[in-house]
């Protein structure tokens, strides 16, 4: 609550008014407000005492009340007199004036008018007030404004410092001009950053997030799906059978009795005939072309079964008793590679990874889900008439159900309509066959490769250390989310959920996958998968050609993010983790051969870049849950325990024990950061030119990493093979990042303004760096280190997480530390920021501008940009 008042002294008579911005916090979402501007004129005379105060409105939702007249009123104390201000107009969005009315407070007219107030951020504001023809006044009002300035700075400490001084830091750092082109500088903030629910984002998004998201409300939709007789479309074979009688493995497609491709599985035989589980042989992926790819998984290699040549592929298939006995001799490699089972031998099962562990409604079997009656879907969470009602999923209750009269399982597909209030933005999910998603979870060769969730041997939760599970765990946070609808026609976004996190890391090695067409590149073979879902939804939805794809979302979770996208679905937005504009660099980055997109002809992509930062948005990586750090509040490890400058611990390349041996491996960056600025010897004994004490470059892995990095002010984020997970690692930890990767967006850089919280240098200038850090001052170091308090959980997939936790407390009574933690964390994370985005992006691309209201969206009309 910030108050202000002035003074009024006359005669012998003194007048003293005030007005009270009443904050509050709760509901769902935040309303900000500053007074712009007071005035008060005397029918005669018109002198007036002009007085500008400073209003600070810090972090709360405005106290706005309906006044039961159709608009708004604001409770403001002047003088002791209480009135409430009435609003007939609301959200002029476009002039910038988010309210005006106007009131008789304490017997004297006031026009006020209310904008948005930057959150945390000084605002000016004028009050003029009518002259009692005092000389006074107007120097005790100036008095006040001292007083109120004093007051803001004791009590209400700024986390953005000037906007001003913000946007020409680059400048000042570099050394000069600031430039909008993101190949040299971050990108470029055309006006000051606007702070919503914690973040500060750019002014545009900003604005209309502050002013639109909180207005929300929800809306009915008739959610329509239907049932079918068998899951998936099953083959007449094997319609017919029971649940309990179900092969282990379903074949999908004409001709998988024979094929030998992915849509099918492994090949039939008398003992199995509908094939086994689709299993893998024991091989590592080339390193170079022409390599040695899959052995004859056909039939059994019995000359090395029982050996420890390292050297030739084979299986593990001993007896763990003799094995572990040391009666036969057996593989080093065997050690279990493959999900649901530990064990040196695969001889301990355990729950198998699935996507939301088939929502409780099925069995799940190494990826793919065999739903029970009566649900169906990828996570077995679409019900049918044959399900009950109370166990439903949350995204389709409460409703309204309009059943059929009569409920056969024998006839055709049968449709059911749910009329549910959701709010908007409304995303349909495409339930494609599982050859695009399903089988690749049941057929990885690694269980930990592209989930980020595998079970122990008790069936607790063992989270994983792999970046790309951010696809898994957006995926099920969508399916489970409120936003979710089964109606493709309400639908403001449809997801594609293509995993090429599994595509990428099987297409090397799976005996099923051949990549001679695609000249063995993983890149040019995911490229071809992608283009196969998109010939599938065009030819079985109806959707794509209303907008042309525009309004469809894929994810390319891979190194160099969607370089590779057919150019078929390029009109849509790309979640990438690497957004690269190819505005500097214009080609693959990756140093390994297979992952490289340059040799795939154009007339495969087109001459779309990497990464559209006007369609398109970065997310962060996946981050294994670490309770213990949430706990120790690294996060907000304050200034004087962070002891060391700048801090990078990753790869260096070949100058270095274990490091890349490409020259290329990181486009050089890393290998030049630590050239000036390494801080253990390299294979030639020697430190980076500009070694100093305080600043750590190594490629030596510490065992309190995490650590380290909260014991540092800044941190580098530097490029892999494309991405990495350093940004990720220092604003968990609360250190400021320092990007050094031109041209290139990190997670949510074309949404929120990272000058606010982050340092970006050119390439050229890291020989600059010490320089360019110790130019910063103490107090804008602080602002940076206090917005990363407020951003950090922002890069968290706590949704995901916290779905996980449900699950668990249902098969044990205690909770776990991981578990416990992330129950309390209450900001915004990854799948809150994205929705946000989806939000603003519905009301705001341009393309979409151009299209009439033909839907209910639950927005004031002001909100709505588009064709009345």
């Avoid at 933005?425 to 998603?437: A, G, H, K, T």
């Avoid at 090429?500 to 490229?527: N, V, W």
């Avoid at 294994?624 to 790869?651: C, D, M, S, V």
Wanted: net charge negative; with cysteine.
């Amino acid at each position: 609550m910030v108050c202000l008042a002035t003074t009024q002294g006359g005669g012998d008579r003194e007048r003293q008014w005030s007005a009270r911005a009443m904050t509050q916090q709760g509901g769902d979402g935040e309303r900000q407000w500053s007074a712009r501007r007071w005035r008060s004129e005397e029918e005669e005379g018109r002198e007036e005492a002009v007085l500008w105060l400073v209003s600070v409105v810090a972090g709360g939702y405005g106290s706005i009340e309906d006044d039961g007249e159709g608009g708004e009123a604001l409770p403001v104390s002047v003088g002791g007199c209480v009135k409430k201000i009435h609003f007939p107009t609301w959200l002029a969005v476009e002039s910038g004036v988010v309210a005006n009315g106007e009131v008789q407070v304490c017997g004297h007219p006031l026009d006020l008018r209310i904008a948005h107030a930057f959150n945390h951020r000084i605002v000016a504001t004028m009050i003029s007030l009518p002259s009692w023809k005092s000389p006074g006044s107007l120097v005790a009002a100036i008095g006040f404004l001292l007083i109120l300035v004093s007051f803001a700075h004791m009590f209400l400490p700024p986390l953005l410092p000037s906007f001003d001084y913000f946007g020409g830091r680059n400048e000042r750092l570099s050394g000069g001009g600031a430039s909008e082109d993101l190949g040299t500088r971050s990108p470029a903030t055309s006006h000051v950053p606007v702070t919503y629910r914690g973040a500060p984002w750019k002014a545009e998004i900003g604005r209309w997030l502050s002013r639109c998201d909180p207005l929300s409300v929800a809306v009915e939709v008739v959610e329509v799906f239907t049932y079918p007789k068998g899951l998936y479309h099953l083959p007449k074979s094997i319609a017919s059978m029971s649940s309990t009688t179900l092969p282990k493995s379903l074949l999908l497609g004409e001709g998988c009795e024979t094929k030998l491709e992915l849509k099918c599985n492994l090949p039939h035989s008398p003992e199995q005939p509908y094939g086994p589980w689709i299993l893998l042989s024991l091989i590592s992926s080339p390193s170079k072309p022409g390599d040695p790819k899959v052995t004859n998984w056909t039939k059994a290699d019995f000359e090395n079964i029982f050996t420890t040549n390292g050297s030739k592929p084979g299986w593990c298939n001993v007896d763990p008793e003799d094995a572990y006995a040391s009666k036969v001799k057996f593989k080093v490699e065997c050690d279990c590679k493959y999900d649901c089972l530990l064990g040196q031998f695969c001889e301990i099962p355990t729950l198998c990874s699935c996507v939301n562990q088939c929502s409780g409604h099925g069995h799940c079997r190494g990826g793919f889900c065999e739903c029970d009656r009566g649900y169906y879907g990828i996570d077995c969470s679409v019900p049918s008439a044959l399900s009950p009602m109370q166990e439903w999923p949350v995204w389709l209750r409460p409703a309204k159900v309009d059943l059929p009269d009569k409920v056969s399982i024998n006839g055709e597909l049968m449709t059911i309509k749910a009329v549910v209030k959701k709010k908007r933005p409304l995303i349909y999910v495409y339930d494609l066959p599982p050859e695009f998603n399903a089988h690749l979870l049941e057929g990885r060769h690694f269980k930990f490769e592209c989930v980020n969730r595998i079970y122990t041997d008790k069936n607790r939760t063992l989270w994983t250390d792999q970046l790309y599970g951010s696809q898994m765990a957006l995926y099920e946070s969508i399916l489970a989310s409120p936003y979710r609808t089964m109606n493709g026609d309400e639908a403001d976004f449809l997801y594609v959920p293509v995993l090429d996190s599994c595509i990428i890391t099987r297409a090397d090695d799976a005996p099923h996958l051949r990549m001679k067409e695609q000249k063995g590149l993983r890149s040019y073979f995911a490229l071809e998968f992608y283009k196969r879902v998109y010939d599938h939804i065009v030819e079985k939805y109806p959707y794509w050609n209303r907008s042309a794809g525009k309004d469809h979302i894929w994810f390319f979770s891979w190194d160099e993010g969607a370089c590779y996208a057919p150019k078929e679905i390029w009109n849509s937005t790309m979640l990438v983790h690497w957004g690269n504009t190819n505005s500097k660099h214009n080609h693959s980055t990756t140093a390994y051969w297979a992952d490289n997109w340059d040799p795939i002809p154009s007339s495969k992509t087109g001459t779309h870049p990497c990464f559209d930062p006007e369609k398109d948005l970065v997310l962060p990586a996946w981050k294994r849950p670490e309770p213990g750090a949430i706990w120790a509040k690294l996060w907000a490890r304050p200034r004087k325990e962070r002891t060391t400058l700048f801090y990078f611990n990753g790869n260096l390349g070949p100058a270095y024990e274990n490091g890349r041996p490409e020259d290329t491996y990181s486009m050089g960056i890393r290998q030049k950061l630590a050239e000036e600025f390494g801080s253990t010897p390299n294979k030639a004994g020697k430190f980076g030119r500009q070694h100093t004490p305080n600043v750590t470059v190594t490629n030596m892995r510490s065992s309190k990493y995490y650590d380290d990095v909260a014991s540092s002010i800044f941190c580098g984020v530097l490029p892999g093979d494309g991405w990495s997970g350093r940004l990720e690692d220092s604003i968990l930890q609360g250190c400021i990042p320092v990007i050094i990767q031109d041209g290139i967006y990190l997670p949510y850089e074309n949404a929120l303004d990272y000058s606010s919280f982050s340092v970006r240098i050119q390439e050229d200038e890291i020989t600059n760096l010490l320089q360019i850090l110790q130019r910063l001052d103490e107090t804008e170091i602080d602002l940076m280190l206090a917005n990363l308090h407020q951003i950090w959980q922002r890069f968290l997939y706590r949704d995901s997480v916290l779905l996980e936790a449900q699950r668990q407390k249902k098969i044990f009574p205690d909770e776990e530390g991981w578990a416990v933690e992330f129950s309390k964390l209450e900001e915004d994370d990854v799948f809150a920021t994205f929705i946000q985005m989806l939000h603003y992006k519905l009301h705001n691309d341009p393309w979409r501008r151009n299209l009439a209201r033909a839907r209910d969206y639950g927005m004031p009309n002001a909100c709505l940009r588009r064709k009345l």
